[in-house]
């Protein structure tokens, strides 16, 4: 089981920028498909971000967000970071980074089921 956590989360206005920070321990991002989502206010479901595959071969955005987030890992620090620029009111949310094991490189799920391992959030505001 791999243990995750985030770390970057703030209040900010739009059109700033934040870098979120998952760092895990118990097994290398190396071999882990590895993601971020986030939890709108009001009881939403849960959304796909951005995801990589463990080789780093194929990455995925959400539309809402390409463009705008670029997602990263730093393999020597086992830590994956995602770079939110142009932050918009409706990016507030509680940002989770999830992983799961997988040496696959042909797609990335966007699906929070496919996902065994989470991180305990942190949270983004972003005031108008």
């Known amino acids: 089981q791999v243990q995750l956590v985030e770390t970057g989360g703030g209040l900010v206005q739009a059109g700033d920028s934040l870098r979120l920070s998952c760092t895990a321990s118990g097994r290398t991002f190396s071999s882990e498909h590895t993601a971020w989502f986030r939890q709108a206010p009001g009881g939403k479901e849960r959304e796909f971000v951005a995801?990589?595959?463990?080789?780093?071969?194929?990455?995925k955005y959400a539309d809402s967000v390409k463009g705008r987030f670029t997602f990263s890992r730093d393999s020597a620090k086992n830590t994956v970071h995602l770079q939110m620029n142009s932050l918009k009111p409706e990016d507030t949310a509680v940002y989770y980074c999830a992983a799961r094991y997988d040496r696959s490189e042909s797609y990335v799920a966007t699906h929070s089921a496919a996902y065994d391992d989470w991180g305990q959030g942190t949270q983004v505001t972003v005031s108008s």
């Open positions: 995801g990589r595959t463990s080789g780093g071969i194929t990455t």
